[in-house]
């Protein structure tokens, strides 16, 4: 239990460190990961020769720290075929398959000519940098998410605030005489408290 305790205090530590460090790299930096899955799906209500037959949908998971916040989006592109798509069709959709890590030097973009606020729609939710907002761009469909990165660490936070409560806590009853279970005097008492019945209540 003590292993296991000092694992998640490390851990926990460790997060928050890295939290901290995107925060800052954010700031200068743009850093993407994305994970993309393509699937092909048939429509058995069109038959094959109509437009809708299939489709190839594509989803892309999306986390990037941007500005002291992290974005997560979702987003789905649909194309509907008429027929099976194979050879370069698919293969075109399919290119950007799997975990894709890229960074991009904040200095060196170009400007957007349409700012984020021109995709939102009247559904979109903001308040303390907290944020939540569906829009379309072109034929793909995304759903965001955006959290404070300090809200990040604050969570990562808490194991450890936990952790080291219980431990001083702990530490104080030991140094005070008193029940390492329930915080009751010990005094006079012999290897079982009085109050709770745990054993060896100062080892």
């Known amino acids: 239990m003590r292993l296991l305790r000092r694992t998640v205090l490390?851990?926990?530590?460790?997060?928050?460190?890295?939290?901290?460090?995107?925060?800052?790299?954010?700031?200068?930096?743009?850093?993407?990961?994305?994970?993309?899955?393509?699937?092909v799906d048939r429509n058995a209500a069109t038959p094959d020769?109509?437009?809708g037959a299939w489709t190839?949908?594509?989803?892309?998971?999306?986390?990037?720290?941007?500005?002291?916040?992290?974005?997560?989006t979702r987003s789905v592109?649909?194309?509907?075929?008429d027929a099976k798509p194979i050879g370069a069709t698919l293969s075109a959709f399919r290119e950007g398959d799997g975990v894709r890590l890229t960074t991009f030097d904040r200095a060196q973009l170009v400007p957007d000519p349409h700012p984020h606020g021109y995709y939102h729609t009247p559904t979109?939710?903001?308040?303390?940098?907290?944020?939540?907002?569906?829009?379309a761009r072109g034929a793909a469909l995304h759903a965001t998410l955006e959290l404070p990165l300090w809200f990040v660490a604050l969570v990562w936070a808490c194991p450890a605030a936990v952790i080291s409560r219980s431990a001083c806590r702990q530490r104080?009853?030991?140094?005070?005489?008193?029940?390492?279970?329930?915080?009751?005097?010990?005094?006079?008492?012999?290897?079982?408290?009085?109050?709770?019945?745990?054993?060896?209540?100062?080892?």
Do not use: M
Request: net charge positive.
């Open 56 to 72: 190839i949908r594509s989803t892309t998971f999306h986390a990037s720290p941007s500005r002291g916040s992290l974005v997560l």
């Open 124 to 135: 979109d939710w903001r308040f303390a940098g907290f944020g939540a907002y569906p829009f």
């Open 172 to 203: 104080f009853r030991r140094r005070k005489g008193l029940c390492l279970h329930c915080g009751h005097d010990l005094t006079g008492a012999r290897l079982v408290c009085s109050e709770c019945g745990n054993e060896f209540a100062l080892a």
């Open 77 to 81: 592109y649909e194309s509907l075929q």
């Open 10 to 39: 490390v851990l926990s530590l460790l997060c928050v460190v890295l939290t901290l460090s995107l925060w800052v790299r954010s700031q200068f930096t743009i850093d993407s990961l994305a994970l993309q899955h393509t699937i």
């Open 49 to 51: 020769g109509q437009l």
